[in-house]
């Protein structure tokens, strides 16, 4: 249901992850884990909203550059931005707020939940995080025993029956759910976005420290602190992973005429090949030019 989706790899290795779903006409329940740390953005379309939590005590994750764990929920009905570190689990639910309106019309729960989906959410509910966790897991297992039109059925009994409420519930403001990342951080993440939209802007040039310092405005040591929390990594070190990702990504795409893996590192910011290559392969565990063969 998002309108956009970006994921990029933030830590060296072999990427693997698992994505389980259940499709309901209004809802779509997910299930993703991974072995290694990444970064995903996505802008949802209008009406669409994303619950989530995380699934494993052990996940060390952030949302908007705030940490989050097993005892928070996230909730949002315009954008994405998640990062993690190191293996990582997430349970979710998407939301069409107006066919879940329309489909249910008889549950006033489904209208609360329409009236009441919007801005971004995050806040700490251990039981109501628990109670999602549960009702997810619930879900996406029992939904699985069986098949075509009675799993469909099943799913969506269990969702009218306990994931609807649940959620009206929370979001109608009976938990107190909702919360304010604090105006330090909002000012961290304010200048890391800069600096991210000032790096895309000249991915075909060298862009230096000093050169971010000025355009977030803040100075070298508060920038680097900036980046520390919001995405753990330092600015240069977390910009070389969002480069390489975008060579990975160009390199996996079909083309219809075939491309030099020189050209398109060279249109990532990558001048020397020797150390391109070496610091992808340290990354992705294989060659560009493998990458490249096997897409």
Wanted: hydrophobic fraction near 40%; glycine fraction near 8%.
């Amino acid at each position: 249901m998002p309108e956009s989706v970006t994921w990029t790899q933030m830590e060296p290795g072999s990427y693997e992850a698992d994505r389980r779903i259940v499709r309901l006409d209004a809802m779509r329940i997910g299930w993703y884990s991974s072995n290694l740390g990444f970064k995903l953005e996505a802008k949802l379309k209008p009406g669409t909203f994303v619950i989530g939590t995380l699934a494993s005590h052990s996940t060390r994750a952030r949302w908007f550059g705030a940490d989050v764990d097993e005892g928070q929920v996230a909730a949002t009905g315009e954008s994405i931005r998640l990062s993690t570190t190191g293996p990582s689990a997430f349970l979710s639910v998407t939301i069409d707020a107006r066919r879940l309106a329309r489909d249910f019309p008889h549950l006033p729960d489904a209208r609360t939940l329409h009236e009441n989906l919007g801005d971004v959410l995050l806040g700490r509910n251990e039981l109501f995080a628990n109670r999602l966790r549960y009702y997810l897991r619930w879900l996406s297992r029992d939904s699985t025993k069986s098949s075509g039109f009675l799993r469909l059925v099943r799913a969506r009994e269990m969702a009218e029956r306990a994931l609807i409420p649940l959620l009206a519930d929370a979001l109608g403001g009976h938990n107190g759910t909702t919360a304010e990342p604090p105006p330090s951080l909002s000012r961290r993440v304010a200048a890391v976005r800069i600096c991210e939209v000032y790096m895309r802007e000249h991915l075909d040039k060298t862009v230096t420290l000093v050169d971010l310092s000025e355009t977030s405005g803040l100075r070298l040591r508060s920038l680097i602190n900036a980046f520390q929390a919001v995405t753990g990594f330092s600015p240069m070190a977390y910009f070389k992973r969002e480069r390489l990702s975008g060579v990975r990504q160009a390199l996996q795409r079909p083309h219809p005429a075939r491309i030099r893996v020189i050209d398109v590192a060279t249109a990532w910011g990558f001048w020397h090949m020797g150390h391109f290559t070496a610091d992808y392969r340290e990354m992705f565990g294989e060659s560009p030019s493998e990458t490249l063969r096997t897409s």
